[in-house]
């Protein structure tokens, strides 16, 4: 018995538990997120997440690590640039685009030129990919 615990143990800690898929990949891109948005963004920035079908701003971890994360779910993908009025200029944007729905990265360019990318790494290919750009002047 001693030695199935163990085994059991070391199966959860040191082999399960750092791969950090307790939710699922969803959960792991979702995390990855919420602490780019508290660790690098912050309360001036609106994170505008082309996610849909497979990821929206209301995930669950993404609510437990960045309560305050202000989030637009893009649910329809784009077929032309969006319009202007898509990103509030009370706050500065950032594009969140999920590898399925990266080519969309183009159509925001043309309409908020100027911006800075952004991807966020994983072991084969990008989690996401951030378009940053700067709408509203600081105090």
Known sequence: MLALSLVSVNRYFVDFTPLRLYGGFNAVVASELAGYWRNSLGPDWRIY????PRLFTDFGSI??????LDGVDVVEPLA???DPGLAQPD???AFV???ER???LEWVRQT?????LE???SEQNPLFSVYRVSLHASP
Not at 63 to 68: E, K, L, T
Not at 112 to 116: A, D, I, L, R, S
């Open 63 to 68: 609510a437990y690590i960045a309560p305050d």
């Open 119 to 121: 991807d966020i790494p």
């Open 91 to 93: 706050k500065d944007a």
């Open 112 to 116: 908020y030129p100027g911006g800075q």
């Open 80 to 82: 032309a640039p969006p």
């Open 102 to 104: 990266r080519a969309e």
């Open 49 to 52: 997440l082309f996610g849909a």
């Open 97 to 99: 685009f999920l590898p």
